[in-house]
C-alpha cells in the first residue's frame, strides 16, 4: 500500500472520533514508509487528539527534522507545545511556520492562541484579526478575536464579536464559552448563564465553561459580582503587574492608617476608605467558598462545583450549623455568653480556614481533605468548648 | 459457478410482487450468469434499463450476458455505451461482489460469539454479498447472563410484537424500527445484539467499525445501499451497527460534506425512503452515544434508546462461572467473588478470571504439579483488574446533567441516582 491509502483510511478513523486507531494505521504505514511527511504530521495530529504529549512531540520534531522547509511542519509542533503549555517555544515555531507561509489563517490564528496565553492581548487580537483577514471564517481566530477584545476592557466590540461568532459557528463549544465570559464581563449574569449551558449542552465535558457558569451563578450575588469586576480587571494585566496590584491592595489599608495616625484630622476621610479595602481583602478571602454552601442547593450549581468544592461547601454547612446549633443550646440554657462568645470565635476562625482552602487550593486533594481535616479539628475544640459550657465549671 | 435454481425461482417470485426492486432484479440477472443461463440474464440486465437506461452496474451484466450469449457486438454497444458515461473504470461494489478478485470494500466483523447448538441451519446457506454475510444466530435472551431490566423492555418493546403478528395486526404494531443500545464498554451489548436475533429467529448481519471506515472510503452511499438492501433481501433480518457514532456520528462534528453524506444516507436508508424496510428491524450500539447524531434518534429511525448497565451481582456470579468452564477449579464461591467485583464490565470479568486462572497455571509449572485455580488466585489477581466503567459514568454524568434534552438519558439519571453518583 502507498502512504496515500494509510493516510485516507487514517483520516476516516480520525474524522469518526477514532484518533487511537487512526494512529494505528498511521503506524502501520510508517513501518513501510517511515520517512513520509504526511504520515508523520498525521501521527503527531492523532497524539495530540489523544492528549499523548511526549509521542505527539517525537513525531512533530522528527517532522520538522524531514521537511524543515514545511511550514505545516513547524506549525503542527506549535500546536504540540501549545498543548503543553510551552509558550515560548509555541510562539517561536509558529513564527517559523509564519516565516515560511505568511498565507496560513490557521497559524496566525494559533499564534493569536499563543500570545493571549502569554497575557498579549493586544498582539493576539492583531494576529486573530490577520487570520481572519485571510480567511474570514476561521474558528479559532472568530474566537480568539472575541477573547481578546474581552481582555482588552473593550466590552461592546468584545460582545459583538463573540455574538458574531456564535451566530457563525452555532456547534462551537468554544464559542459559546467565550460569549459566556464576555457577557459576564460586561455584568451580564443571565446571558452569561445562558451561553455557557449552551456550551456545556455541545460539549459537557468543558472544564473551563463548568467554571463560568460557576462564576455565573455566584454572580447572581451582587457583591461577587464587583469581586468577579476585580478579577476580570487585574486578568488582563501580566502575572508581574498582577502580584503588584495584589500586594498594593493589601499594603494600602496599612499606609491610610499610617496617615490618619499622623494627621488625625484626615482620620474621619481615610479609615472609612482603609476599612473598605479590609473588607474586600477579607470578601475576596471567603466570599466564593461561602456562595458555593447555597449553590449546594442550587439544580445546576450542585454539578457545577468540582468534588473538592463540594467537600469544602458541605464542610463550611457543617461548621455554620454546628456553631449555631450549640451557640443556640448554650444561650437557651442560660449559660454565660462569654462560652458562646468564644464558640463563635472559633467558629469564624474555622470559616477563615475553611474560605482560604476554597478560595487558594490549588489542588482538589488538598482541597477536600484539608477541609475535612479542619473541620474535624474545630468540631472537636467546639465540643469541647461547648460541653464545659454546659456542664463543667467554667462558668463564671 | 453453480447456482441452486430454487434460489432463482424464489428471487423471481419476489419480483413479480415488487417488479421496482432494481438490486434485486440485478442479483437475479447475476446468478443467471453464473449459472450459465446468458440469454435470461441479458433479460433481466434490459428490463433493469428500460427502467434506468444509464444504471451502470445493469450496462455491465448487459454486456457480460452479451459476450457470454455469443453476441460481441452488443457487448462491445454496451460497454461504448458505459464508457460513454465514465462508468467503466468505476470500480463499484457489484464488481467486486460478482466474484471479481479484487478485495471487497468492506468485510464483516469476524464472529465474536461461538455458535451454540447444532448446525443445521448452516446447511441453508445464507447469502452473501461483497463479504458481508447474513448469518443467523443461535443465542438467545436467555442466555445472557442478567439485564433483566433491558430483557423485559425489549421483550414489550420489540420481541413480544414480533412474535405475535395478530396482536401486531390488530395494533397496527409496524415490523420496522429501530434500537439503539448505550452504555459503558465491555458490557455486553454486541452480544445482546445477537441474542435479540437469534430470539427472533431472525438472520444477523453485523458491520463494526473497520467495515464504516472502508465504507466512507468507497462509494460511500452506495455502500451503505447496498448493506440495507441485502438486510432486505434477508427479512426478517437484524441489521447490526456496532459503534454507531462512527457510521450516524454527529454532522456538526464533522469537518467535510462527503462524511456527513454517509450520515444523510444513513437516515434515508433507515426511513425506508427508496425501499420497503419492513421486516429490518435496525439494532446499534455505542458507548459514545453524545456524538450519535441527534436526527437518528427521530420516530421511525432509533426511537428507543436502551441502557446497557454493567452486570449486577447474579450476572456477575454467571459471567464468572461460564469464563471457569472447562478449567480446573478448587472450591470457587462465585457470589462471593461477584460480591468484591462491584462496577466490573463482563470484559472485566473475563479478563479477571484469565489472569486468576494464569496465576495457577504459572504455579503449576513452577511446582510441576497441576493445580486447580483458587479463591487465592482471584484474590491475588484482583490487584491488577480495575473496573473500566467508572470513567465511562464520570463522562456521562456530565453529559445526563446538561445535555439531557428531550429525557434522552433519563435511565442514565436513575442509575446514577441510585447508585448516589449524581
Same mark, same amino acid.
Given at each position: 500500500?502507498?502512504?496515500?491509502?494509510?493516510?485516507?483510511?487514517?483520516?476516516?478513523?480520525?474524522?469518526?472520533?477514532?484518533?487511537?486507531?487512526?494512529?494505528?494505521?498511521?503506524?502501520?504505514?510508517?513501518?513501510?514508509?517511515?520517512? &513520509?511527511?504526511?504520515?508523520?504530521?498525521?501521527?503527531?495530529?492523532?497524539?495530540?487528539?489523544?492528549?499523548?504529549?511526549?509521542?505527539?512531540?517525537?513525531?512533530?520534531?522528527?517532522?520538522?527534522?524531514?521537511?524543515? &522547509?514545511? =511550514?505545516?511542519?513547524?506549525?503542527?509542533?506549535?500546536?504540540?507545545?501549545?498543548?503543553?503549555?510551552?509558550?515560548?517555544?509555541?510562539?517561536?515555531?509558529?513564527?517559523?511556520?509564519?516565516?515560511?507561509?505568511?498565507?496560513?489563517?490557521?497559524?496566525?490564528?494559533?499564534?493569536?492562541?499563543?500570545?493571549?496565553?502569554?497575557?498579549?492581548?493586544?498582539?493576539?487580537?492583531?494576529?486573530?484579526?490577520?487570520?481572519?483577514?485571510?480567511?474570514?471564517?476561521?474558528?479559532?481566530?472568530?474566537?480568539?478575536?472575541?477573547?481578546? +477584545?474581552?481582555? *482588552?476592557?473593550?466590552?461592546?466590540?468584545?460582545?459583538?464579536?463573540?455574538?458574531?461568532?456564535?451566530?457563525?459557528?452555532?456547534?462551537?463549544?468554544?464559542?459559546?464559552?467565550?460569549?459566556?465570559?464576555?457577557?459576564?464581563?460586561?455584568?451580564?449574569?443571565?446571558?452569561?448563564?445562558?451561553?455557557?449551558?449552551?456550551?456545556?449542552?455541545?460539549?459537557?465535558?468543558?472544564?473551563?465553561?463548568?467554571?463560568?457558569?460557576?462564576?455565573?451563578?455566584?454572580?447572581?450575588?451582587?457583591?461577587?459580582?464587583?469581586?468577579?469586576?476585580?478579577?476580570?480587571?487585574?486578568?488582563?494585566?501580566?502575572?508581574?503587574?498582577?502580584?503588584?496590584?495584589?500586594?498594593?491592595?493589601?499594603?494600602?489599608?496599612?499606609?491610610?492608617?499610617?496617615?490618619?495616625?499622623?494627621?488625625? %484630622?484626615?482620620?474621619?476621610?481615610?479609615?472609612?476608605?482603609?476599612?473598605?479595602?479590609?473588607?474586600?481583602? #477579607?470578601?475576596?478571602?471567603?466570599?466564593?467558598?461561602?456562595?458555593?454552601?447555597?449553590?449546594?442547593?442550587?439544580?445546576?450549581?450542585?454539578?457545577?462545583?468540582?468534588?473538592?468544592?463540594?467537600?469544602?461547601?458541605?464542610?463550611?454547612?457543617?461548621?455554620?450549623?454546628?456553631?449555631?446549633?450549640?451557640?443556640?443550646?448554650?444561650?437557651?440554657?442560660?449559660?454565660?455568653?462569654?462560652?458562646?462568645?468564644? !464558640?463563635?470565635?472559633?467558629?469564624?476562625?474555622?470559616?477563615?480556614?475553611?474560605?482560604?482552602?476554597?478560595?487558594?487550593?490549588?489542588?482538589?486533594?488538598?482541597?477536600? #481533605?484539608?477541609?475535612?481535616?479542619?473541620?474535624?479539628?474545630?468540631?472537636?475544640?467546639?465540643?469541647?468548648?461547648?460541653?464545659?459550657?454546659?456542664?463543667?465549671?467554667?462558668?463564671? | 459457478?453453480?447456482?441452486?435454481?430454487?434460489?432463482?425461482?424464489?428471487?423471481?417470485?419476489?419480483?413479480?410482487?415488487?417488479?421496482?426492486?432494481?438490486?434485486?432484479?440485478?442479483?437475479?440477472?447475476?446468478?443467471?450468469?453464473?449459472?450459465?443461463?446468458?440469454?435470461?440474464?441479458?433479460?433481466?440486465?434490459?428490463?433493469?434499463?428500460?427502467?434506468?437506461?444509464?444504471?451502470?452496474?445493469?450496462?455491465?451484466?448487459?454486456?457480460?450476458?452479451?459476450?457470454? %450469449?455469443?453476441?460481441?457486438?452488443?457487448? =462491445?454497444?454496451?460497454?461504448?455505451?458505459?464508457?460513454? !458515461?465514465?462508468?467503466?473504470?468505476?470500480?463499484?461494489?457489484?464488481?467486486? =461482489?460478482?466474484?471479481?478478485?479484487?478485495?471487497?470494500?468492506?468485510?464483516?466483523?469476524?464472529?465474536?460469539?461461538?455458535?451454540?447448538? &447444532?448446525?443445521?441451519?448452516?446447511?441453508?446457506?445464507?447469502?452473501?454479498?461483497?463479504?458481508?454475510?447474513?448469518?443467523?444466530?443461535?443465542?438467545?435472551?436467555?442466555?445472557?447472563?442478567?439485564?433483566?431490566?433491558?430483557?423485559?423492555?425489549?421483550?414489550?418493546?420489540?420481541?413480544?410484537?414480533?412474535?405475535?403478528?395478530?396482536?401486531?395486526? +390488530?395494533?397496527?404494531?409496524?415490523?420496522?424500527?429501530? *434500537?439503539?443500545?448505550?452504555?459503558?464498554?465491555?458490557?455486553?451489548?454486541?452480544?445482546?445484539?445477537?441474542?435479540?436475533?437469534?430470539? *427472533?429467529?431472525?438472520?444477523?448481519?453485523?458491520?463494526?467499525?473497520?467495515?464504516?471506515?472502508?465504507?466512507?472510503?468507497?462509494?460511500?452511499?452506495?455502500? !451503505?445501499?447496498?448493506?440495507?438492501?441485502?438486510?432486505?433481501?434477508?427479512?426478517?433480518?437484524?441489521?447490526?451497527?456496532?459503534?454507531?457514532?462512527?457510521?450516524?456520528?454527529?454532522?456538526?462534528?464533522?469537518?467535510?460534506?462527503?462524511?456527513?453524506?454517509?450520515?444523510?444516507?444513513?437516515?434515508?436508508?433507515?426511513?425506508?425512503?427508496?425501499?420497503?424496510?419492513?421486516?429490518?428491524?435496525?439494532?446499534?450500539?455505542?458507548?459514545?452515544?453524545?456524538?450519535?447524531?441527534?436526527?437518528?434518534?427521530?420516530?421511525?429511525?432509533?426511537?428507543?434508546?436502551?441502557?446497557?448497565?454493567?452486570?449486577?451481582?447474579?450476572?456477575?456470579?454467571?459471567?464468572?462461572?461460564?469464563a471457569m468452564?472447562?478449567r480446573p477449579v478448587n472450591q470457587l464461591?462465585?457470589?462471593?467473588?461477584?460480591?468484591?467485583?462491584?462496577?466490573?464490565?463482563?470484559?472485566?470479568?473475563?479478563?479477571?478470571a484469565e489472569a486468576a486462572s494464569e496465576l495457577a497455571m504459572?504455579d503449576s509449572?513452577?511446582?510441576?504439579?497441576?493445580r486447580s485455580v483458587d479463591m487465592g488466585d482471584f484474590?491475588?489477581a484482583?490487584?491488577?483488574?480495575?473496573?473500566?466503567?467508572?470513567?465511562?459514568?464520570?463522562?456521562?454524568?456530565?453529559?445526563?446533567?446538561?445535555?439531557?434534552?428531550?429525557?434522552?438519558?433519563?435511565?442514565?439519571?436513575?442509575? *446514577?441516582? =441510585?447508585?448516589?453518583?449524581?
Open positions: 500500500m502507498d502512504p496515500y491509502e494509510f493516510l485516507t483510511r487514517a483520516r476516516t478513523f480520525h474524522s469518526v472520533g477514532r484518533p487511537e486507531e487512526a494512529l494505528n494505521e498511521v503506524r502501520r504505514g510508517l513501518a513501510s514508509h517511515p520517512e &513520509d511527511p504526511g504520515l508523520l504530521l498525521y501521527a503527531a495530529i492523532c497524539a495530540t487528539d489523544m492528549d499523548d504529549h511526549a509521542a505527539a512531540l517525537d513525531y512533530a520534531k522528527s517532522l520538522v527534522g524531514i521537511a524543515p &522547509d514545511w =511550514s505545516m511542519a513547524h506549525y503542527q509542533l506549535a500546536v504540540v507545545y501549545l498543548q503543553m503549555k510551552k509558550l515560548k517555544e509555541a510562539e517561536e515555531s509558529v513564527r517559523y511556520s509564519i516565516q515560511l507561509d505568511p498565507e496560513s489563517d490557521d497559524a496566525w490564528a494559533a499564534l493569536s492562541i499563543i500570545l493571549s496565553r502569554r497575557s498579549k492581548h493586544k498582539e493576539s487580537l492583531e494576529a486573530a484579526e490577520t487570520a481572519l483577514a485571510i480567511d474570514a471564517d476561521n474558528t479559532t481566530a472568530l474566537n480568539s478575536r472575541a477573547h481578546a +477584545l474581552g481582555m *482588552l476592557g473593550r466590552k461592546v466590540e468584545a460582545m459583538d464579536a463573540a455574538k458574531m461568532a456564535a451566530r457563525q459557528l452555532p456547534d462551537d463549544t468554544n464559542t459559546h464559552q467565550i460569549l459566556g465570559w464576555t457577557a459576564l464581563r460586561s455584568g451580564r449574569v443571565d446571558e452569561a448563564m445562558q451561553s455557557f449551558k449552551e456550551a456545556l449542552r455541545l460539549d459537557p465535558n468543558d472544564d473551563d465553561a463548568r467554571e463560568g457558569l460557576l462564576e455565573a451563578l455566584r454572580g447572581r450575588f451582587w457583591p461577587y459580582r464587583i469581586l468577579l469586576s476585580y478579577y476580570f480587571w487585574i486578568s488582563r494585566f501580566g502575572t508581574q503587574v498582577r502580584w503588584a496590584i495584589v500586594i498594593a491592595i493589601m499594603i494600602v489599608p496599612r499606609v491610610l492608617r499610617g496617615v490618619s495616625e499622623r494627621n488625625p %484630622a484626615l482620620g474621619p476621610f481615610l479609615l472609612p476608605i482603609a476599612a473598605l479595602f479590609v473588607i474586600f481583602i #477579607w470578601t475576596q478571602w471567603f466570599l466564593a467558598p461561602l456562595i458555593n454552601v447555597s449553590l449546594l442547593f442550587h439544580k445546576l450549581g450542585r454539578y457545577a462545583l468540582t468534588k473538592g468544592q463540594t467537600a469544602n461547601a458541605l464542610c463550611i454547612l457543617v461548621l455554620l450549623a454546628g456553631t449555631l446549633v450549640m451557640g443556640a443550646g448554650l444561650l437557651l440554657a442560660g449559660k454565660s455568653t462569654g462560652t458562646a462568645g468564644l !464558640l463563635a470565635g472559633l467558629g469564624v476562625l474555622a470559616l477563615f480556614c475553611l474560605g482560604g482552602l476554597g478560595t487558594y487550593s490549588k489542588t482538589e486533594g488538598l482541597l477536600k #481533605w484539608g477541609s475535612v481535616v479542619v473541620l474535624t479539628i474545630f468540631e472537636l475544640i467546639q465540643l469541647v468548648v461547648f460541653l464545659l459550657g454546659m456542664f463543667g465549671t467554667v462558668d463564671r | 459457478m453453480s447456482v441452486d435454481p430454487t434460489v432463482i425461482a424464489a428471487l423471481r417470485a419476489a419480483l413479480l410482487t415488487d417488479p421496482e426492486n432494481i438490486a434485486m432484479r440485478l442479483h437475479v440477472g447475476q446468478l443467471l450468469l453464473d449459472g450459465n443461463q446468458a440469454a435470461e440474464a441479458l433479460k433481466e440486465a434490459t428490463e433493469v434499463l428500460n427502467r434506468q437506461p444509464t444504471h451502470g452496474e445493469a450496462l455491465k451484466l448487459a454486456e457480460q450476458a452479451s459476450e457470454s %450469449a455469443g453476441d460481441p457486438i452488443r457487448a =462491445s454497444g454496451y460497454r461504448r455505451l458505459r464508457e460513454a !458515461l465514465g462508468m467503466a473504470s468505476a470500480q463499484n461494489l457489484i464488481e467486486s =461482489s460478482l466474484g471479481s478478485d479484487l478485495e471487497p470494500p468492506y468485510r464483516s466483523e469476524p464472529m465474536r460469539m461461538t455458535h451454540r447448538g &447444532d448446525d443445521a441451519e448452516n446447511d441453508d446457506d445464507p447469502e452473501e454479498v461483497a463479504g458481508l454475510r447474513a448469518v443467523t444466530s443461535d443465542l438467545t435472551l436467555a442466555q445472557v447472563a442478567g439485564m433483566n431490566d433491558v430483557k423485559l423492555r425489549l421483550e414489550m418493546a420489540f420481541l413480544a410484537p414480533m412474535r405475535n403478528p395478530d396482536l401486531r395486526k +390488530l395494533y397496527k404494531k409496524s415490523l420496522k424500527g429501530g *434500537l439503539l443500545l448505550y452504555g459503558p464498554p465491555g458490557c455486553g451489548k454486541t452480544f445482546l445484539a445477537r441474542a435479540i436475533a437469534g430470539e *427472533l429467529g431472525s438472520k444477523f448481519l453485523s458491520i463494526g467499525l473497520t467495515d464504516v471506515v472502508d465504507m466512507y472510503i468507497g462509494e460511500s452511499e452506495k455502500n !451503505l445501499h447496498r448493506v440495507f438492501e441485502l438486510a432486505r433481501r434477508n427479512k426478517p433480518c437484524v441489521l447490526f451497527i456496532d459503534e454507531i457514532d462512527a457510521l450516524g456520528r454527529k454532522r456538526s462534528l464533522m469537518r467535510n460534506s462527503g462524511e456527513r453524506n454517509v450520515v444523510n444516507q444513513l437516515l434515508s436508508e433507515m426511513d425506508g425512503v427508496e425501499a420497503d424496510n419492513e421486516g429490518v428491524y435496525v439494532l446499534a450500539a455505542t458507548n459514545h452515544p453524545w456524538d450519535v447524531d441527534s436526527a437518528l434518534r427521530r420516530p421511525g429511525r432509533f426511537d428507543r434508546t436502551v441502557l446497557v448497565l454493567p452486570p449486577d451481582a447474579l450476572a456477575r456470579a454467571q459471567i464468572l462461572q461460564g468452564e472447562d464461591d462465585y457470589s462471593k467473588l461477584a460480591d468484591q467485583a462491584e462496577d466490573f464490565s463482563g470484559a472485566d470479568l473475563v479478563h479477571w504459572a509449572i513452577r511446582k510441576g504439579t497441576v484474590k491475588q484482583k490487584k491488577d483488574v480495575k473496573p473500566s466503567t467508572r470513567p465511562w459514568f464520570e463522562t456521562a454524568k456530565n453529559f445526563a446533567v446538561y445535555a439531557n434534552e428531550g429525557g434522552t438519558y433519563d435511565d442514565l439519571i436513575a442509575y *446514577l441516582k =441510585s447508585r448516589r453518583w449524581m
